[in-house]
C-alpha cells in the first residue's frame, strides 16, 4: 500500500529552523519524484520544491530558494524539506506528494499525504 506520511511540524519563532521528513512507503523514491506542498490558511495550494526520481535533481520555488532545501536518502526511503529563516508568512500546512514526474503541478500528483501543520509565530 503506498503511502507519504510527513512529520516535523510545530510552532517555531520568526526566525528559526524547522525539518520536515515525508516517509514513503509501497514504493521507493526511484519510483516517484517528490514535491512539496504547502497551504496556508484562506490562500490557494503553492508548490515548495521537488526532488526528481531520476537523479535527485531539485528545485525549489524562486522566493524560497535561499531559505529552504530538498534533499532525500534513499536508504531510508525519506525526503526532507529544511526550511531556515522562518517567517510568519511561512505558517501553512506542508504536504509531501508523489509524481512519476517532477513537476510542482499538483494535478500530476498520484499520492498524497495528509500534511503537517507549521506555525511561525512569536
Known amino acids: 500500500q503506498v503511502q507519504l506520511v510527513e512529520s516535523g511540524g510545530g510552532l517555531v519563532q520568526p526566525g528559526g529552523s524547522l525539518r520536515l521528513s515525508c516517509a514513503a512507503s509501497?514504493?521507493?523514491?526511484?519510483?516517484?519524484?517528490i514535491t512539496w506542498f504547502r497551504q496556508a490558511p484562506g490562500k490557494a495550494r503553492e508548490g515548495v520544491a521537488c526532488i526528481s526520481r531520476a537523479d535527485g535533481s531539485t528545485y525549489v520555488a524562486d522566493s524560497l530558494r535561499c531559505r529552504f532545501t530538498i534533499s532525500r536518502d534513499r536508504d531510508s526511503n525519506k525526503v526532507y524539506l529544511q526550511m531556515n529563516s522562518l517567517k510568519e508568512e511561512d505558517t501553512a500546512v506542508y504536504t509531501c506528494a508523489g509524481s512519476t514526474i517532477a513537476t510542482m503541478f499538483d494535478y500530476l500528483m498520484n499520492y498524497w499525504g495528509k500534511g503537517t501543520v507549521v506555525t511561525v509565530s512569536s
Open positions: 509501497g514504493f521507493t523514491l526511484d519510483d516517484y519524484s
